[in-house]
């Protein structure tokens, strides 16, 4: 593997299943695989899960871990190329990537959309710089449309809890005061679809995702009935996606925060979300405090889908 941006970058799904059981079975199988190799994660938005589980995942593989948070202590990046830099932005993104290449071997990019430009955020720009720039393997930590290490975590979590070769998997919007991108959404459907399980995404009418992520899944309006059978129910917020709606919230309609009245027409269904997590928003106290609440062992698995594909980042190198 040399790059890892989505779940296209995985050849074989099946065989990633397998290394992550291995690996979480003995996470330090390849403590010896890292020796002499720095890994460089650099960070334009907070975090608290990716930042502690990749880098854990590198100390598994026995690799040095540096960490830049771009705004704090780093020089203002200007992104933008033609631009007269007589503003805020000492130094140049241009520069600032082959430097930060030159200190590593591999690095993870953790760059939000902005909601300035939708075709910037859909096309990846500042990602895509990273990867062209740097002249090392790049791996997403969460860029504008995509979050695969959460949606790989996601798959482990799954497969390790369901009872049926073909669970009912439900993505839901919930409510949320701020803006939020569509990274996790549409990483979540894009590697859902990439299983054979049935697939549901409901959401209030606005909120519709890239079709190019949606795909064949299913799309519901009726929340309730869309809930009906679920198996796994996969909460998050995101903006608004299409026109000139793109990046805008359109609705806090807490009818859609998931709470015991949803969760009763499941077939007993486990709850997920990624984390961080608005409680009384998203979902209340009492669901994700439930028995069948997965946001500790999902956030636990991150741990073992970074080290798979550091593992394979690694295993490339040679
Ligand atoms: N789920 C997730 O990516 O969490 P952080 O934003 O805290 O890294």
Known sequence: ?????????ICDLKKALEEAFEIKADRYKYCDLGKNKTLMMVFFNSSLRTRLSTQKAALNLGMNVIVLDINQGAWKLETERGVIMDGDKPEHILEAIPVMGSYCDVIGVRSFARFENKADDYNEVILNQFIKYSGRPVFSMEAATRHPLQSFADLITIEEHKTKARPKVVLTWAPHPKALPQAVPNSFAE????????????????????????????????QMKAFEGADFVYAKNWAAYTGDNYGKVLSTDREWTVSDRQMAVTNNAYFMHCLPVRRNMIVTDDVIESERSLVIPEAANREISATVVLKNILEGLK
């Open 1 to 9: 593997m040399r790059n890892f941006t989505s779940v296209n970058d």
């Open 191 to 222: 590697w859902m679809n990439a299983t054979d399980y049935e697939f549901v995404i409901t959401h209030p009418k606005g909120y519709e995702l890239d079709p190019a992520f949606v795909g064949n899944a299913r799309v519901e309006y009726d």
